[in-house]
């Protein structure tokens, strides 16, 4: 409905404001504004009320409701941006409602501070197989350690992400909170441990966060209004609401005869606002491959222009629809198929559920639609298929470009995954999308993940050395256009690796231009599938070991990005080695010396 003068309290000038206002919101935002102004209305009705305090009455002791400490410290691990982003958000909420807040990553906080805490708010990722991420590394030791203090006067929550695809979900969360416990500490709100789809339960968790927080000595907790989780920007849009970019190229980096396919995408970003910096990442929401949806609609033997509900908003759309642009169908969880079974004939799934190693070992390469073939037909109906899957969560890709160098666009660098498993072709969901129905003058919805985790450092005369083989060479081309246009004078070094050096080699004209300016110093590159005995980039930094560890001593920041199982694992071993190696070191204290470095922001890691 229009707003209009006549039907409204409003001016001719709020009307228009108004309804060119309302129909961009998401469900979420306008959730929260309506908590904000009913909010808003309690708190101006509540001081209009307000009487002056008569005298006490002597021998009657005063009432005081007062919160137990308004100071609240919020602390984040974070790999990718994700707990980031939360706990500026959960800061911001808390912040308003007259909260004295300090929001630090844990890396940044001084463990001995612990015992002068009141309040703590933890909000963590998992990393890899149950680690904790990189800024969160020294905390997590910390606190398992023995000189961790006994922290009785402690109020505390924790906020866990992970993804449940993985055997040890949330595994980083789960440990701060038992831990916190062993040491005396009491939970102000339970733990709550979100999936890939985290902004309800995080939101949830805020609103029992806040009720702890308001609890007073000798009174009931003050009604919540929920608050939505948004990312801190001047742009409108973000992971709640991406911008629609147009694709303005859509280019293949391989070579002619290439195992590969790398695509080079190039987005506008005109009229939305957002911007970055090099070592951001872009959030894409992909949309599930046609034939898989078909193929599996047509094994479920559902309508698929069945409406179904999508969300607790109570948005409806067409079965086929939610499959292709809601919903996850190509990975398995525990959970997944534990709610499956109710819905599947064959009941051999429970035997499969009785034993815990043979259902990790049949989720690995298989999906939704190998689940309905071995155990089906299914039983259920179009809604009880989508209540049981998890939201098709965005893929992030580190962003391979400077906003300074190319105003109003980010390039994405996206290797296309294609893979046999269990007797069928198998296709990356994001990845296959960009590399065969994106066109450019099509549109992706987009959004920026800022991660200040991953950042050139803040003196430009600071030597680099930049790890990335494959499409981990993606934001060191960010940072070279970076700091081709600002001038920088610091040295560089590249380390980059592939297959073969004539079809592999991603953006081999721009390295060179780059050596030939003097923008970059050195370049050392290992192509794996052209000599004998494979090469990799950890190889060229042995040969470069002195060299390389004097950089270090140097002062200069060592950056990784790529694949975190082999790769990113690899060159830390090779890392430690070389410090041990050429700095006369014990093994013991090179780790040292490789943590400190990790403290002091110059061993950084953006790894998937």
């Known amino acids: 409905m229009q707003l209009q003068v006549m039907n409204s309290p409003f001016s001719q000038e709020q009307a228009e404001l108004l309804n060119r206002l309302l129909p961009t919101l998401t469900e979420s935002q306008k959730v929260w504004l309506t908590g904000y102004l009913a909010a808003s209305q309690v708190a101006t009705a509540a001081g209009a009320t307000e009487q002056p305090q008569s005298p006490v009455t002597a021998g009657a002791a005063p009432v005081v409701e007062q919160p137990i400490s308004k100071e609240v410290t919020i602390l984040f691990g974070s790999q990718t941006g994700n707990a980031q982003g939360l706990a500026k958000s959960t800061g911001k909420t808390l912040s308003d409602r007259g909260f004295d807040v300090t929001v630090s990553s844990m890396n940044d906080f001084k463990p001995n501070n612990l015992k002068k ?5 933890i909000i963590v990722s998992t990393h890899g197989e149950g680690e904790p991420p990189d800024n969160a590394i020294s905390f997590h030791e910390f606190l398992h350690g023995r000189r961790a203090p006994k922290v009785p006067d402690l109020r505390y929550s924790v906020l866990s992400l992970g993804d449940s695809s993985y055997e040890f979900f949330c ?43 308001n609890q007073t000595q000798g009174s009931a907790s003050t009604p919540v209004v929920q608050t939505a989780i948004s990312e801190s920007t001047e742009s409108v849009y973000s992971r709640t609401n991406p911008f629609k970019a147009e694709v303005l190229e859509n280019l293949n980096l391989n070579g002619r005869g290439s195992n590969k396919e790398t695509r080079h995408l190039e987005l506008s970003l005109e009229g939305s606002g957002l911007t970055f910096k090099p070592g951001d990442s872009v959030g894409v929401y992909p949309e599930n491959e046609p034939e898989l949806v078909d193929k599996l609609l047509k094994e479920l033997k559902l309508d698929s222009n069945e409406n179904v509900q999508i969300n607790k908003q109570g948005d409806v759309r067409s079965l086929k629809e939610a499959l292709s642009l809601n919903f996850e169908i190509t990975v ?16 051999d799934v429970q035997d499969l559920l009785q034993n815990s190693d043979k259902v990790k070992e049949y989720i690995n390469g298989r999906d939704l639609l190998d689940l309905v073939q071995d155990f089906g037909p299914w039983t259920g109906s179009a809604q009880d298929l989508v209540s049981i899957l998890r939201k098709l969560p965005s893929r992030l890709y580190s962003i391979s470009s400077s906003l300074t160098a190319n105003p109003d666009e980010v390039h994405l660098t996206i290797g296309a995954v294609r893979y046999e498993s269990h007797g069928r072709e198998r ?63 610091g040295k560089s070094w590249v380390f980059f690796g592939d297959q073969h050096f004539v079809t592999d080699f991603l953006y081999q004209t721009e390295w060179q231009n780059w050596l030939k300016d003097g923008v970059l110093t050195k370049m050392d590159v290992a192509f794996s599938r052209d000599t004998e005995e494979k090469v990799y980039v950890q190889h060229r930094m042995l040969e470069h070991s002195r060299e390389l560890f004097d950089w270090i001593q140097e002062g200069a920041t060592f950056y990784v990005c790529g694949d975190e199982k082999k790769m990113a694992h690899d060159v830390h071993e090779t890392l430690l080695t070389i410090i041990e190696k050429e700095g006369n070191m014990s093994r013991e204290q090179a780790e040292s010396y490789l943590s400190d470095m990790q403290q002091q922001k110059r061993y950084q890691r953006d790894v998937y």
């Open 117 to 121: 805490l009141h309040n703590l708010l």
């Open 171 to 213: 595994q980083t969360g789960k440990e701060f909170d038992q831990k916190l416990e062993e040491l005396g500490a009491t939970r102000l709100h339970d733990r709550v441990d979100c999936d890939l789809d985290f902004d309800e339960p995080a939101a949830e968790w805020i609103e029992g966060v806040l009720a702890g927080l």
């Open 332 to 347: 398995l969880t525990k959970a997944i198929i534990e709610q499956a079974a109710v819905f599947l004939s064959n009941k």
């Open 427 to 489: 296709n990356g969901v994001c990845s296959i999308l960009t590399a065969e129905r994106i066109q450019p003058g099509d549109t992706l919805p987009i959004y920026i993940q800022n991660n200040e985790s991953f950042k050139l450092p803040e003196n430009p005369e600071t030597p680099i050395i930049m790890v990335g083989p494959g499409t981990g060479i993606a934001p060191f081309r960010s940072f070279m256009q970076e700091r081709e246009e600002t001038g920088a004078e």
